[in-house]
């Protein structure tokens, strides 16, 4: 079982940056997690952002946020990150952050056994 906290949503103006934190606790090694971002926006089915494998070298993004959005993890800190810069008002969602109990990453959600209650972003034009 793996518990998971986001944090470090909020409002901002377009071409403004944010950087997502997500918190694991489990019984299990954090390391041994591989760690995706996914969002959902209102009235839209929740999709995926970003994953990144067990050990870091592998990382996947969709094609919105290529070159904008960089997913990291510091397995010491039990602790995924999502650094969003020049953010777009289409970026508003909330962003969830989930753990896949293997070490490669996948982009589909059904990969993902656990989520966390999400944190809102909110990008103005």
């Known amino acids: 079982q793996v518990q998971l906290v986001e944090s470090g949503g909020g409002l901002v103006q377009a071409g403004d940056s944010l950087r997502l934190s997500c918190a694991a606790s489990s019984g299990r090694t954090f390391s041994s997690y591989a760690m995706g971002w996914f969002r959902q926006a209102p009235g839209k089915e929740r999709e995926f952002v970003a994953a990144?494998?067990?050990?870091?070298?592998?990382?996947y993004y969709t094609d919105s946020v290529k070159g904008r959005f960089t997913i990291s993890r510091d397995n010491a800190k039990s602790t995924q990150y999502l650094q969003m810069n020049s953010l777009k008002p289409e970026d508003t969602a909330v962003y969830y952050c989930?753990?896949?109990?293997?070490?490669?990453?996948?982009?589909?959600?059904?990969?993902?056994?656990?989520w966390g209650q999400g944190t809102q972003v909110t990008v103005s034009s």
């Open positions: 989930a753990a896949r109990s293997f070490g490669d990453a996948r982009t589909t959600i059904t990969a993902y056994d656990y």
């Open positions: 990144i494998s067990w050990r870091g070298r592998t990382t």
